[in-house]
């Protein structure tokens, strides 16, 4: 299996710069790639190709020695792929019929990474071995910087990446060949309804908690967010309010991670089967206001609804709770989530009316009556059943 492991960088304050420069210089090397790929098609019409541009690159290094040539050249042909791959989405949804979505220059708060695609080559990973008590890693132009490493690292490391968060740095090791952690066997099968009021609902009547790490921080965000809009564009004060709500921010997700991370591995210990909805969480929170021409209805309850499905952090929870079954050897199925919450478990019958009210389930055929997210987890863990029948029958 291939699998990340995140570790928080402790460098020191010469080092912290030095990222800091080496992060700057790769995002300008990304503007100027685009602009030129632009100013070729605009003024000639032709097409810049990757392999074109990564031949540049020793021209650059080579007129900018205290500059670009301070950095990996891996690092920045990682730079350049990324920009490729941009462009390649790109014209994908431009053949889809989509909307294209032209790759933009990255301002100074939207480049946050810079990736190295092989161990070794510009950087090292545990570049230290003979210290005893610490762990570091060798970045070029940047020297070794320690790490806190909480966790020992599996597999190979492929790749490493270093990524700015707020005030923080992080190193991000993409390794391969991580051995699977199979659990013991247990028989039970579970069928699991997302939800906002419970963030997981089991077939067998759990309820996980939605712990709304958002809403509980929104009265100091909103103070925070208050203050910034009254600062002045580029004033030192303003930088220090968007670091705070930088912060903030952060701190919310990580404590989604958590949470998440918990979830899922409850779920993973004690079900070898676990089925759940795949729902379409992107139209799901889209947003209401519609046009001029022709304005949504219920804008600021559907507005609302939105904010608390991506509160609850479904696709973080999925994702993760994914990525945990297939390590410990358990099954996920993902099945149509479409009449869940409306049919009934014992009957079968399906209608509006069924559901009374959110929490709330009562079958107008046979009178059978229960909690509306426990209801629709049986339904699913049976459509999840029935799919893995047809499956193995095929």
């Known amino acids: ?34 602009e030129h790929r632009r100013t070729a098609y605009a003024k000639a019409g032709a097409s810049i190709r990757y392999g074109e541009q990564s031949a540049d690159l020793k021209h650059i290094r080579g007129d900018d020695p205290g ?5 990996s050249f891996s690092s920045q042909q ?15 949804r431009v053949k889809a019929g989509r909307t294209p979505g032209f790759p933009r220059f990255k301002g ?12 070794g080559d510009g950087c090292r990973w545990d570049s230290q071995p003979e210290h005893p008590a610490a762990t570091y890693v060798r970045l070029r132009g940047v020297g070794h910087v320690r790490v806190h490493q909480h966790r020992p690292v599996k597999g190979r490391v492929k790749t490493i990446a270093v990524k700015r968060e707020g005030n923080r740095w992080y190193v991000v090791l993409s390794c391969d060949d991580v051995p699977a952690e199979p659990l013991p066997a247990t028989g039970a099968a579970a069928g699991i309804d997302m939800g906002v009021a419970s963030l997981v609902t089991t077939s067998d009547g759990e309820h996980l908690a939605n712990p709304r790490h958002l809403a509980a921080t929104a009265e100091r965000l909103e103070t925070t967010q208050r203050a910034l809009s009254r600062k002045k564009r580029g004033s030192k004060r303003r930088r220090k309010v968007v670091a705070r709500v930088a912060a903030l921010h952060g701190k919310v ?35 209401a206001s519609g046009t001029i021409e022709a304005p949504g209805r219920n804008v600021a309850a559907k507005a609302g609804l939105n904010r608390s499905i991506l509160d609850a952090g479904w696709g973080v929870f999925l994702t993760i709770l994914a990525h945990k079954a297939e390590s410990a050897g358990r099954e996920l199925i993902a099945v149509n989530p479409a009449g869940t919450s409306r049919t009934c478990a014992r009957c079968g019958h399906c209608a509006k ?30 459509a999840g059943l029935a799919l893995r029948r047809a499956s193995e029958a095929a």
Not at 7 to 34: F, G, M, P, V
Not at 67 to 71: A, D, I, L, S, T
Request: proline fraction near 2%; charged fraction near 25%; hydrophobic fraction near 40%.
């Open 78 to 92: 990682a730079t350049l792929r990324r920009l490729d791959k941009a462009f390649r989405a790109f014209f994908d």
């Open 253 to 287: 997700r990580r404590q989604r991670l958590d949470y998440a991370h918990n979830a899922a591995l409850a779920l993973v210990r004690d079900y070898d089967l676990i089925v759940h909805e795949d729902l379409p969480i992107t139209n799901m929170t889209r947003s």
């Open 1 to 34: 299996m291939r699998r990340s492991y995140k570790y928080l960088l402790r460098a020191t304050s010469k080092q912290a710069t030095a990222l800091a420069q080496c992060l700057e210089d790769h995002r300008q090397l990304y503007n100027a790639a685009l």
């Open 353 to 382: 009316e069924n559901r009374v009210t959110q929490a709330e389930f009562a079958c107008t055929a046979c009178g059978h009556a229960a909690h509306a997210d426990v209801n629709a987890a049986v339904n699913i863990l049976r």
């Open 108 to 119: 100074r708060g939207w480049f946050d990474t810079v990736e190295w695609p092989k161990d």
């Open 67 to 71: 500059g670009q040539g301070r950095w």
